[in-house]
């Protein structure tokens, strides 16, 4: 048979069917034995479709359409997290109710998945039986290679070639394989079949009850119960998860335990699912809750009989904190009213005990170390309880200062809190930590005691900046700590600076005496009563941690001056005052008042011992520190700072000075005051609040005169932009020249701060005010107020004429209208003087708050030039 007889019957049937009984598997091989050049080209010549010739790719089958295997839980993302959220507010809800105990189980569904991947992945066990949507791949080798697959169609048969229809609906995956495997050994000689499953088909199932979706749900063929538990988004907390039931046509053939899967891993009751098979979840089942020292406290379903035993396994079982033998029950009785009940879980009747729905079980915690231990807190490196043994001293805890303690930690002094074993009333020990950690077993080394406290404080000297214990330092303690401030931080910027600053500022301020001390003052105060008075003393003065504090055990004054951190510099040996409460016959408690020799106290002579609520004052030296200065400036022999004795005069210290030059114009010296310049700040403050008010005012009256009302806005702004620029000065008015000339005059005592400016002989007369040109005239005998106020083009429309006025050089003021000494204003003026002429207040309201506020404001205006011209 040539080619064209072999090819033609095939181009005439392919088109339309092959099959085995048009086309011989002979002429089929006789095909196949060309090259495979000449298949190609033959194929193509004719039309043939060369790969139903040759079987090299996979057996042709119509496509099905894609199904989805999930249906989404929820349409929308939004949609999702509004029903996450709901039911998150549910769960609260019902914790709520249950004093905060949550189910136990139901976070293993926990979200809303919108897909579920198919179970394709795993090997398919031999019983699985077949049916339409399954795809069979079927291998053939040896004489014919082929790779085919076999979808089950809806009447559950398969289209084998050569063979035709074959009926596997029904059978088990074995059968199936075994049948076919039986066939192609029967159909092709030489040729072996290897059967294996590829698509599964999908199944419908319902998910019922109290599923948090119920509906019907396409899965898998291979799927099980907790893969359509899933699918659908678990189980609402009201569902058991004990008693999850599989039904299949109207009958129950299983259920299913998830707490076997979720306590032991347990999937033996999983079983498969079959199409139409629905999945029933009832209400959950009797409750009972269990927490306290258990591993996983939570709600738990209980079975009929449950033991208290059981309930503890299904929790996790005990910690090693629980204290067994108290386990308290907390259920409803028969008039439902709630009780309490106790078992002990070490005894079989206890472990016996049947658990009730509604039951809640608490497993008490054993308590803490009771015995055999020290317990350090404070500014240590290791806080903490450690363990007791007898003979241990206190450097048995601290070896090394710098090693067992923090930085700024008091190395000097420790306080040892102490528990008297047969009352529990406390006491506090002081402890020299220094020598007793330099010299191990010595005096100064204490024997420490079972349940001892050892506090260790903070030493505010160590520490950049300042804390509450020690803003009463002397001056020179501040600026040490502002050194130490500038050398800590110095590399770092402003931001990392605050940072470092404020966290070791919070760490510090825990381990001060007062933070340390407070709850021990608390509880000696608590533990006081008639019979046993309160152990709590104070202290006052230069000390450098003042305060109360817990009485020292020896009572005596050294012991309470160290526990406050010793004297400061400032402190007067010669006595200090011991105040002590005390009841006299009557039942009346007094106060006594007892002289202390601090000298001989600190050296441990004195025989005063220091009793229940003693207050103890360290007195200061007189005027210790007190450094009280003068600045002489201008035209005095020898300017500068001085300082001066208590009581000493300003004519006294000028004489120190070598007197005024020759050029000095003492009737024109400004002195001033630091505590008068604090007054006429707080009187410029007082005056631009006041003006804020009036400017308001006026504003809100509107303009209804003319535009007056505008002007008169305009002053007032004028005014108060001058008090806002005003400066105070602090000027006291002195005559000098009297001061110097009298030993009889009246003497100016000196005050720290005070400045005394003497200026050179001067040459002018100003002129300042409501003057067309406020200016500085050269002086010129014989010249009168009128003459200079004509130099300076004469008032203004808003002069006040009648108020004119003139300060003199040394700072007086003189009214020229109202003096009938000064002569009127036909009086000659002095080189220095200064006329004001100030604003005519009269057309506008608030005349005498405007007429004052303008007078302080040209009063320090007068200040600062005099100062300023010198």
């Given at each position: 048979m040539n080619l064209k007889s072999l090819l033609l019957p095939l181009a005439l049937l392919l088109p339309t069917a092959v099959t085995a009984q048009s086309i011989t598997p002979a002429q089929i091989e006789q095909f196949k034995s060309l090259p495979k050049a000449q298949q190609e080209a033959l194929a193509k010549q004719y039309g043939v479709d060369l790969s139903q010739l040759t079987g090299s790719s996979s057996q042709s089958r119509p496509q099905q359409p894609s199904q989805e295997v999930v249906k989404p839980l929820e349409e929308s993302e939004q949609e999702a997290r509004q029903a996450a959220e709901e039911q998150e507010r549910e769960d609260e809800e019902f914790a709520k109710k249950n004093h905060g105990l949550e189910p136990f189980g139901y976070e293993l569904f926990a979200g809303s998945p919108t897909t579920f991947a198919p179970v394709t992945e795993i090997p398919v066990p031999a019983e699985y039986t077949m049916g339409p949507g399954d795809v069979l791949k079927v291998q053939l080798w040896g004489n014919q290679n082929q790779q085919l697959e076999l979808p089950v169609s809806r009447d559950g048969t398969i289209d084998f070639p050569e063979r035709g229809p074959v009926s596997v609906a029904g059978l088990t995956f074995q059968q199936t394989r075994d049948h076919i495997t039986q066939l192609v050994s029967e159909q092709y000689i030489g040729v072996k079949a290897a059967v294996s499953l590829g698509e599964l088909r999908s199944i419908r199932v319902f998910v019922l009850g109290e599923a948090r979706t119920p509906g019907s749900y396409s899965v898998s063929s291979l799927s099980t119960i907790i893969n359509a538990l899933y699918v659908s988004g678990g189980i609402k907390q009201t569902g058991s998860l004990r008693n999850v039931q599989h039904k299949r046509n109207g009958k129950l053939i299983g259920t299913l335990d998830l707490y076997?899967?979720?306590?032991?891993?347990?999937?033996?009751?999983?079983?498969?699912?079959?199409?139409?098979?629905?999945?029933?979840?009832?209400?959950?089942?009797s409750l009972a809750g269990i927490d306290g020292e258990v591993y996983r406290p939570a709600l738990y379903e209980i079975e009929?009989?449950?033991?208290?035993?059981?309930?503890?396994?299904?929790?996790?079982?005990?910690?090693?904190?629980?204290?067994?033998?108290?386990?308290?029950?907390?259920?409803?009785?028969e008039d439902f009213l709630r009780i309490i009940a106790e078992a002990d879980l070490t005894q079989n009747s206890g472990k016996q005990a049947r658990v009730k729905s509604g039951d809640r079980i608490s497993v008490a915690s054993i308590a803490d170390v009771t015995g055999q231990y020290v317990e350090i807190k404070g500014a240590a490196t290791r806080t903490g309880k450690f363990a007791w043994v007898p003979g241990m001293r206190a450097s048995s805890i601290v070896r090394n200062l710098d090693a067992d303690l923090l930085d700024f930690a008091d190395t000097n002094y420790a306080a040892i809190v102490r528990t008297d074993p047969e009352t529990k009333r406390i006491s506090v020990v002081n402890l020299e930590l220094k020598s007793a950690i330099t010299a191990p077993g010595g005096s100064a080394d204490l024997m420490l005691q079972e349940k001892d406290q050892l506090l260790f404080?903070?030493?505010?000297?160590?520490?950049?900046?300042?804390?509450?214990d020690s803003k009463d330092g002397s001056q020179v303690q501040k600026q040490q700590r502002q050194q130490r401030e500038a050398r800590a931080f110095e590399n770092l910027d402003e931001r990392e600076r605050l940072k470092a600053q404020e966290e070791l500022k919070n760490n510090a301020e825990q381990f001060t005496r007062t933070a340390?001390?407070?709850?021990?003052?608390?509880?000696?105060?608590?533990?006081?009563?008639?019979?046993?008075?309160?152990?709590?003393?104070?202290?006052?003065?230069?000390?450098?941690?003042?305060?109360?504090?817990?009485?020292?055990?020896?009572?005596?004054?050294?012991?309470?001056?160290?526990?406050?951190?010793?004297?400061?510099?400032?402190?007067?040996m010669y006595s200090a005052e011991l105040a002590r409460r005390y009841t006299d016959d009557n039942g009346v408690e007094q106060t006594q008042i007892i002289q202390v020799d601090l000298a001989a106290a600190m050296l441990g002579k004195s025989d005063v011992r220091l009793e229940s609520r003693d207050r103890?004052?360290?007195?200061?030296?007189?005027?210790?520190?007190?450094?009280?200065?003068?600045?002489?400036?201008?035209?005095?022999?020898?300017?500068?700072?001085?300082?001066?004795?208590?009581?000493?005069?300003?004519?006294?210290?000028?004489?120190?000075?070598?007197?005024?030059?020759?050029?000095?114009?003492?009737?024109?010296?400004?002195?001033?005051?630091?505590?008068?310049?604090?007054?006429?700040?707080?009187?410029?403050?007082e005056a631009e609040e006041r003006l804020q008010g009036d400017l308001l005012g006026v504003q809100l009256e509107g303009d209804s005169f003319g535009g007056q009302n505008a002007q008169r806005v305009d002053e007032v702004k004028g005014l108060l932009e001058d008090v806002q620029s005003s400066r105070p000065v602090g000027r006291m008015v002195i005559d000098l020249p009297q001061v110097l000339a009298d030993s009889g005059y009246q003497p100016v005592r000196l005050q720290d701060g005070d400045t005394l400016n003497v200026p050179t002989i001067p040459q002018a007369v100003s002129v300042f005010g409501e003057v067309q040109f406020p200016t500085s005239h050269l002086h010129s005998a014989?010249?009168?107020?009128?003459?200079?106020?004509?130099?300076s083009g004469?008032?203004?429309?808003?002069?006040?004429?009648?108020?004119?006025?003139?300060?003199?050089?040394?700072?007086?003021?003189?009214?020229?209208?109202?003096?009938?000494?000064?002569?009127?204003?036909?009086?000659?003026?002095?080189?220095?003087?200064?006329?004001?002429?100030?604003?005519d207040v009269d057309r506008l309201n608030q005349l005498e708050l405007w007429s004052n506020v303008s007078q302080i404001v040209y009063q320090m205006a007068l200040g600062a030039a005099a100062v300023g011209n010198l």
């Open positions: 076997d899967l979720l306590l032991k891993g347990d999937t033996s009751d999983d079983a498969r699912l079959q199409a139409g098979d629905v999945i029933f979840i009832p209400a959950v089942g009929k009989g449950t033991s208290l035993q059981e309930l503890v396994d299904l929790a996790g079982g005990l910690t090693p904190q629980a204290y067994p033998q108290i386990t308290k029950i907390e259920r409803t009785n404080f903070t030493d505010t000297g160590k520490v950049p900046f300042e804390l509450e340390l001390f407070e709850p021990v003052i608390k509880r000696l105060k608590a533990q006081a009563g008639p019979y046993s008075p309160q152990l709590t003393m104070r202290i006052s003065g230069p000390v450098r941690y003042p305060g109360e504090y817990p009485l020292p055990t020896t009572g005596t004054v050294k012991d309470a001056i160290f526990v406050a951190g010793g004297l400061t510099d400032s402190a007067s103890l004052l360290i007195k200061s030296v007189p005027s210790f520190g007190t450094n009280r200065t003068i600045t002489l400036e201008g035209e005095v022999r020898y300017p500068g700072q001085y300082t001066f004795r208590e009581g000493e005069t300003l004519r006294q210290v000028l004489e120190r000075a070598g007197g005024l030059t020759n050029n000095a114009f003492p009737r024109g010296a400004v002195f001033t005051r630091e505590k008068l310049r604090q007054l006429e700040a707080q009187r410029l403050r014989g010249l009168t107020v009128d003459d200079y106020l004509e130099r004469g008032p203004t429309r808003q002069a006040d004429q009648d108020r004119v006025y003139v300060v003199k050089a040394d700072g007086s003021v003189m009214l020229p209208e109202k003096s009938a000494w000064f002569g009127g204003r036909s009086q000659q003026l002095q080189p220095g003087d200064t006329v004001i002429v100030p604003i």
